[in-house]
């Protein structure tokens, strides 16, 4: 009996399913525990079993034979067919919607027993008189089931109860999540097995053998944080070892329960960057993936594919719920808030999972309060446990944190190191940046290795143009994909250019080292964490008689309002006069961050009520269209392809390098989409065979400055 076009038989899938159903188990304890129920394992093994013995009927095994069209879904048979065994409804559930939500089966169900295309009544009920009953006796036989008669059930029932609005509301939570739970653990295991994966790895305490081997003393806080039980809030100033610290949190926690960890990364750059540096730390890159809109380009460049293995598949593996580590954007976590289609896989990895956060402050004011209120209701409904850490956050922001996740584990640095920590010293320029070409110039030309930071693309652009150095790169979000993943590559190789220009994609996570900064103003924050990618190096202090390391210019152009608050840049630069010329003392840098931000209120706009309506309305089966479209409105960008790219591009999709071609699209915001089509720079062209059309855009690129705002040629629209 086949349940695959290749030729798999239903008996070798079923059991695929049960061999990824035992490691399934050692990597996800916390869904017996918040299941309450100890039979889960037993519900989700016997759900595995009549998953797919629907396709055991003459019409599917003629589809398989022949290739001529089924028209029947093969787990409502499945469905009814358990039906004779057992009335737990959590079963049938999960069997019945382990491909199709509840809405599409009560379309699919309505159109077999109305539609006149058929030709006969009780349509459902003669598919399931076609199935091979002895063949499927046998099967059941095997697993030591015995059924003494095949009746038809319907189905209805099941369907209407989970897409009623009125009978929805009669569903306690408890039933919810273990529907959730169950349904998605079965297509996790039917999704694997169907890749071809039996095992879902775990971290193991010997992949943490390198916190042992260094042959530094670990700071105090790093013990304190390896030590620690509970969810943490961690403050240390950067490059004192706060990734160690959080890596060694994840140690301990592992050892009491094992979970999925997430660590949470505001930049692809970062995010490459923590996934290469992990990969490295477990001595194992099957361990840890990595999730946000460009993966595909990192890992295509950095996973090596095993024979027979394809770019798809090692997409597909990031994105399945098999490496036990995952670098991510927060929005890979947060959309399972929204109904994301997957939500109950996404809930159900999170469940009793860890969660690492690096400076979750910098983001916008209303992303930082959703973001606290998800991991509060993780907290309270999943166990989810979790490691926040910074470098540069306000006392308040920090108070919002400990009450809402009622952390009482406040790590700090010893008082001790910090003040032995002298990295830093600031200088303020009254001017632009563009009048701080000869500065930097002088600096490059003395041998030094020079970091210059601006607020916008375009001004990046034209200073990295302006500055001569043989050895110099630029780094912002106008490059391709191309041409990003190759500098990032230089940019934290041994041998780092002696000249980076970025945009703010630099300031968190890089572990890079300079010898000098030049920025643009920016709020205080940022500033810190762009001073923290110079004198990083061990051993690098600075001495009271040295010059300053940190050069920030004053003149808060119009377009840096746009990025940034006004009154808070403000406040940042007067902050940055009183230590100006000083060695910057880590015990006052939350003085200084306390001086310039305006405090505000975490739930000022009944937030957190709408936002738990919305994350306690999520039941499984469903789809919501609604918020997946108030989702995905957050993100802002267009990929577009440059149109001196264009025959490349042709060229690439001809040989089917269709990943190779899409890797010179460039990312840009729809508000700039808009203005270049209003400009007439906007045209589109389908390459053959490509069945896409594509955007394409005729302002001038190349893969040393990117993306410019000079127009190419006059454009020709194919």
């Known amino acids: 009996m086949l349940a695959k076009s290749d030729g798999l038989s239903l008996e070798k899938h079923t059991q695929d399913l049960l061999d990824v159903f035992i490691s399934f188990q050692n990597a996800f304890p916390a869904l017996e525990e918040l299941f309450k129920d100890e039979d889960f394992w037993v519900y989700l093994k016997t759900s595995i079993i009549f998953h797919d013995i629907g396709k055991a009927t003459k019409g599917f095994q003629n589809y398989m034979e022949t290739g001529e069209r089924y028209r029947f879904r093969h787990e409502i048979l499945s469905a009814i067919i358990a039906k004779n065994y057992t009335d737990n409804e959590l079963i049938i559930n999960a069997i019945l919607a382990h491909h199709k939500n509840y809405e599409k089966l009560k379309e699919l169900l309505n159109e077999y027993e109305n539609n006149k295309k058929y030709n006969q009544d009780r349509w459902i009920e003669k598919e399931f008189e076609e199935l091979y009953f002895e063949w499927i006796s046998d099967f059941l036989q095997n697993y030591h089931i015995e059924l003494k008669e095949y009746n038809f059930y319907e189905l209805d029932s099941f369907i209407k109860k989970w897409t009623s609005k009125r009978q929805k509301r009669k569903i306690s939570e408890l039933e919810k999540f273990q ?29 943490f053998s390198f916190l042992d081997d260094t042959p530094y003393e670990p700071y105090t806080h790093q013990k304190h944080s390896w030590q620690t039980d509970s969810n943490a809030l961690l403050i240390a100033p950067t490059g004192q070892g706060k990734t160690e610290s959080s890596l060694g949190w994840l140690r301990n926690q592992l050892k009491n329960r094992q979970g999925r960890a997430f660590y949470i990364l505001p930049f692809t750059a970062s995010i490459n960057a923590m996934t290469k540096r992990v990969s490295k730390d477990f001595k194992d890159e099957n361990l840890v993936g990595l999730l946000h809109g460009k993966a595909k380009f990192f890992i295509d460049e950095y996973y090596e594919k095993k024979d027979g293995q394809s770019l798809k598949d090692l997409i597909d593996i990031n994105k399945k719920i098999v490496k036990p580590f995952k670098v991510v954007t927060p929005f890979q976590i ?113 041998g030094k ?41 230089r940019v934290q190789s041994k041998n780092k250019p002696q000249l980076l220009v970025g945009t703010q994609a630099i300031e968190v996570s890089l572990d890079i080292d300079y010898d000098l900064i030049v920025t643009e103003p920016a709020s205080l924050d940022a500033l810190l964490q762009r001073f923290g990618r110079v004198y990083r190096g061990q051993g690098r202090e600075l001495k009271d008689s040295d010059e300053a390391n940190c050069f920030v210019t004053t003149e808060i152009e119009k377009v840096h309002k746009l990025i940034y608050d006004e009154v808070v840049v403000q406040n940042s630069l007067k902050a940055l006069e009183k230590i100006e010329g000083k060695i910057l003392h880590e015990d006052t840098i939350q003085e200084l961050l306390d001086e310039v931000y305006e405090p505000f209120e975490l739930d000022d706009d009944n937030l957190r009520a709408n936002f738990r309506n919305l994350l306690d ?27 001196e790219l264009k025959d490349e591009f042709r060229e690439l999709i001809e040989n089917q390098q269709y990943l190779e071609a899409e890797k010179l699209l460039v990312s840009i915001s729809k508000s700039k989409f808009a203005k270049n089509k209003r400009d007439g720079n906007i045209g589109f062209f389908e390459p053959h065979n490509y069945k896409k059309v594509i955007p394409t855009i005729s302002l001038k690129y190349n893969s040393h400055i990117g993306l410019t705002n000079e127009n190419e040629t006059v454009f020709d629209v194919l």
């Open 449 to 489: 290795t020079v970091l210059v930071v601006c607020n916008t693309v375009a001004k990046a652009q034209e200073m990295y143009e302006n500055i001569v150095c043989d050895d110099k790169t630029l780094l912002h979000s106008g490059f391709n994909g191309k041409d990003r993943t190759s500098k990032e590559k």
């Open 179 to 207: 529907n959730i739970f169950l349904s998605a653990s079965l297509s996790i295991c039917d999704h694997n097995a169907s890749a071809g994966i039996k095992e879902i790895p775990i971290i193991q305490d010997k992949n």
């Open 617 to 643: 309305n999520l039941y499984p089966y469903n789809i919501y269209e609604e918020s997946e479209e108030e989702f995905f409105k957050q993100f802002d960008g267009i990929e577009v392809l440059p149109i």
């Open 334 to 446: 947060l959309k399972w808030a929204f109904g994301v289609k997957g939500f109950e896989k996404g809930l159900s990895e999170l469940a009793g999972s860890y969660l690492i956060f690096d400076e979750i402050h910098i983001y916008d004011k209303e992303l930082f309060r959703r973001l606290l209120f998800f991991i509060e209701w993780l907290i309270e409904k999943l166990d989810v446990k979790v490691f926040i850490m910074t470098a540069t956050m306000p006392t308040f922001m920090q108070e919002h944190i400990k009450n809402v996740l009622q952390i009482k584990q406040v790590i700090k640095a010893d008082k001790k190191r910090l003040d032995e920590i002298r990295r830093h010293k600031v200088k303020l320029f009254n001017s632009n940046i563009d009048e701080q070409i000869g500065f930097i110039q002088q600096n490059i030309d003395s």
